[in-house]
């Protein structure tokens, strides 16, 4: 569950601070990953990588729908509707913390991501990429230093390919061989 604390001024001109709660299940992200064939990270990914704004802001939209609720104050209940979500996004607190995920670069949308993701999910995931990192490693595939991804974790990168070689290309800077190297490179797996 993320607990977001979104300091606001409503409709009478009131300055407000509010918690207001998100949660999702892994029954949840089961149903999101239903809509999104090349799975949610890699269409998020592609739309931080487009700067493609809207399509970011309507992801997070949809997940605002699917996590937004009202905890029970003994934590024994979380209610979900459509009206409950539905208020929420009508209410000043709404907008004043939407355009907030927006600003830094978006670091604070991709916490918010991130955060109301369940934390098995995450540690999952992350254990599948070091997986598939070591069998990339094992399998010869040379990689640069990593970019982070739409959850922040590291993506890693094949090696550039020399077209005139049919090879990969590494920069002397990784200790890898280059063009004219007496070393031999892993021939082009196109």
């Known amino acids: 569950m993320l607990t977001e604390t979104i300091q606001y001024e409503d409709y009478n001109g009131a300055s407000r601070k509010e918690q207001f709660h998100f949660n999702l299940s892994e029954l949840d992200i089961t149903e999101i990953q239903l809509n999104y064939p090349e799975g ?14 809207k399509g970011i802001l309507e992801f997070i939209k949809m997940l605002v729908g699917y996590s937004f609720g009202i905890k029970s104050d003994d934590g024994r209940h979380f209610e979900r509707s459509d009206e409950i979500t539905k208020r929420f996004r009508n209410s000043a607190a709404y907008h004043s913390w939407l355009l907030t995920l927006f600003e830094n670069d978006g670091a604070k949308g991709v916490s918010f991501i991130r955060g109301v993701m369940p934390a098995e999910l995450i540690k999952r ?52 061989p280059q063009q004219g190297s007496n070393l031999q490179t892993p021939p082009y797996q196109g």
Do not use: M
């Open 125 to 176: 995931a992350e254990e599948r990429r070091r997986e598939e990192e070591a069998n990339k490693l094992n399998a010869g595939v040379v990689e640069q230093p990593a970019q982070h991804s739409a959850f922040g974790q590291p993506q890693p990168q094949q090696a550039p390919v020399d077209p005139s070689l049919g090879q990969q290309y590494q920069h002397p800077s990784y200790g890898q």
């Open 40 to 53: 949610v990270e890699t269409h998020l990914q592609n739309a931080i990588d487009n700067k493609d704004v």
